[in-house]
T-cell receptor, first 112, second 116 residues
C-alpha cells in the first residue's frame, strides 16, 4: 500500500455541489498538507495541519475547508464547487524535523 | 514572504547532452530547498534536498544541485540526460518556524523536453 493514499483518483462534479477529497497516511507523520496544482502555476498550499487540533490556512484557502479526523486522515472539502476549482489536488505529509515530504498520487477534480 | 522563481518554463535538450535547470529563491532565513520531478500523469518524486552542510547535493537518477547563497540559487544539473528524464521539474523552499516545518512554496515548474 502507498504511504499516502488519496481518494478518489478522479472526480467530475457539477457546479454548486459539495465534494470531499480524502487523504490517509501510514507514515506516522504529524503534519499533513493539501496542495492544488494548476498548469503553469506550480503547486499552491491550501491548508495544513500540525495535529488534530491545529489547522492552518495556506495561500489559497478561500472556497475550501478541511477536517483532520485523526492523525492519519485529512480531508479537503469544496462546499460549493465552481469551475475554477478544476485542478489536480495533492495531499502531503511531513514530520516535525522535516526529513522530507511524502506526496500522494493526486486527485484530478473537474467541475463542470 | 518566501518565493521561488524558475525562469525557464520550457527547456529542450538533446538526449545525452548536459542539463541545468535554474531556481532562485527568496527567503529570510537559511533555506531548506528541494527539487521534485513529476512525470506525466504521476505524482511528485523527490530528487534531492538541501538542509545544510555541503553545498553540492547529490540526488537520485544522477541529478545534483548546488546551493549558492550569494546568488540565492539552487540549480539542478545532470551531466547526460536520458529520454526518460522528460518531465516537469519543481524547485521548492520550505517554510520553517519555531513550530517546525510549515510546508513548501513551489516554483511554477520547468517542462523538460528531450530530443532524440
Amino acid at each position: 500500500d502507498a504511504d499516502v493514499t488519496q481518494t478518489p483518483r478522479n472526480r467530475i462534479t457539477k457546479t454548486g455541489k459539495r465534494i470531499m477529497l480524502e487523504c490517509s497516511q501510514t507514515k506516522g507523520h504529524d503534519r499533513m498538507y493539501w496542495y492544488r496544482q494548476d498548469p503553469g502555476l506550480g503547486l499552491r498550499l491550501i491548508y495544513y495541519s500540525f495535529d488534530v487540533k491545529d489547522i492552518n490556512k495556506g495561500e489559497i484557502s478561500d472556497g475550501y475547508s478541511v477536517s483532520r479526523q485523526a492523525q492519519a486522515k485529512f480531508s479537503l472539502s469544496l462546499e460549493s464547487a465552481i469551475p475554477n476549482q478544476t485542478a489536480l489536488y495533492f495531499c502531503a505529509t511531513s514530520d516535525y524535523l522535516s526529513s522530507g515530504y511524502t506526496f500522494g498520487s493526486g486527485t484530478r477534480l473537474t467541475v463542470v | 514572504a518566501q518565493s521561488v522563481t524558475q525562469p525557464d518554463i520550457h527547456i529542450t535538450v538533446s538526449e545525452g547532452a548536459s542539463l541545468e535547470l535554474r531556481c532562485n529563491y527568496s527567503y529570510g532565513a537559511t533555506p531548506y530547498l528541494f527539487w521534485y520531478v513529476q512525470s506525466p500523469g504521476q505524482g511528485l518524486q523527490l530528487l534531492l534536498k538541501y538542509f545544510s552542510g555541503d553545498t553540492l547535493v547529490q540526488g537520485i537518477k544522477g541529478f545534483e544541485a548546488e546551493f549558492k547563497r550569494s546568488q540565492s540559487s539552487f540549480n539542478l544539473r545532470k551531466p547526460s540526460v536520458h529520454w526518460s528524464d522528460a518531465a516537469e521539474y519543481f524547485c521548492a523552499v520550505e517554510h520553517y518556524s519555531g513550530g517546525g516545518a510549515d510546508g513548501l512554496t513551489f516554483g511554477k515548474g520547468t517542462h523538460l523536453i528531450i530530443q532524440p
